[in-house]
């Protein structure tokens, strides 16, 4: 058989309901919602210790909120491409 007629059996045998893809992206958000937390928390904290500090903490707290971030955009995008 061609490589194409393998590449669609094999996609149509991995069909993953959508009710699970969801559950699937639900607890893969929890990670980058933990992570967020800890990144602003500590952040905060830093900017209690060290006021003088609070620019440059800033711009890393925003940095790496944006490097969490993308790892909930990747799970959103794998979600839809599951639940299709």
Not at 75 to 84: L, Q, R
């Given at each position: 058989?061609?490589?194409?007629?393998l590449a669609q059996q094999a996609a149509e045998a991995?069909?993953?309901n959508k009710g699970?893809?969801?559950?699937?992206?639900?607890?893969?958000?929890i990670g980058p919602g933990i992570g967020v937390g800890l990144i602003f928390a500590a952040v905060i904290n830093g900017t209690a210790r060290q006021p003088e500090a609070q620019s440059k903490l800033q711009g890393i707290g925003y940095a790496t909120f944006?490097?969490?971030e993308v790892l909930a955009l990747i799970?959103?995008?794998?979600?839809?491409?599951?639940?299709?």
């Open positions: 058989m061609s490589n194409i007629v991995v069909s993953i699970l893809a969801a559950i699937g992206y639900g607890l893969g958000a944006v490097l969490t799970g959103i995008v794998i979600y839809f491409i599951a639940s299709a």
